[in-house]
Structure formats: C-alpha cells, structure tokens
C-alpha cells in the first residue's frame, strides 16, 4: 500500500495480475487494505483483459512436457488464461 499511495498521482505503474480484483483482499489478507490500492490504481488507468495462452505454457507444449488438449485447472483463478493488466 505504502509504495502505491507514494506513486499515486506521481509515476506510473504497470501492474499484471491473474488474480480477479475480488481476489485481492484474500491475497493481501485484508479487504480494506486491497480496496485502497485498487482505488489508487485504478483512478485513471487503462485496465486491459489479456486472453489466450500464456508463453510458459505453450513452451511446455511444444517441448512435449504436458499435452496439447489438456488444461490445468487453476481453482485461484477461474480462467487462467487470461490475466488482467492496469496501466496508469
């Protein structure tokens, strides 16, 4: 929280997650906490929504390590391919 209420107004930052933003007080432990940082961050920022299969994954394909029709289910993050971005 300390570094992004520092930045906040005053640099940008480029986040990823592939965590949902209703996941975020779980993963920061405390609700109020992560509903601060997503306010800070999401206040004039660009949110983009990234489909498709991740590089790790697809090279994990091609070298035969798991096969091609079959997923890994992430029970963290209902579609795990895809992940969340917010530019601000």
């Known amino acids: 929280f300390r570094l992004v209420n520092r930045r906040y107004e005053r640099a940008s930052i ?3 997650s592939n965590k949902s933003f209703t996941d975020w007080g779980e993963v920061f432990g405390d609700q109020v906490i992560a509903t601060a940082i997503l ?6 920022s660009t949110t983009l929504n990234i489909k498709g299969e991740s ?3 697809k090279d994990k394909r091609k070298a ?3 096969a091609a029709n079959t ?3 992430n ?3 209902p579609n795990p391919e895809e992940e969340t971005v917010a530019i601000n």
Do not use: E, P, S
């Not at 306010?39 to 004039?44: A, F, M, P, S, V």
């Open 14 to 16: 480029i986040l990823t």
């Open 39 to 44: 306010d800070r961050l999401l206040h004039h």
């Open 55 to 57: 590089y790790r994954l």
């Open 64 to 66: 035969g390590l798991i």
């Open 71 to 73: 997923a890994k289910v």
């Open 75 to 77: 029970t963290d993050n």
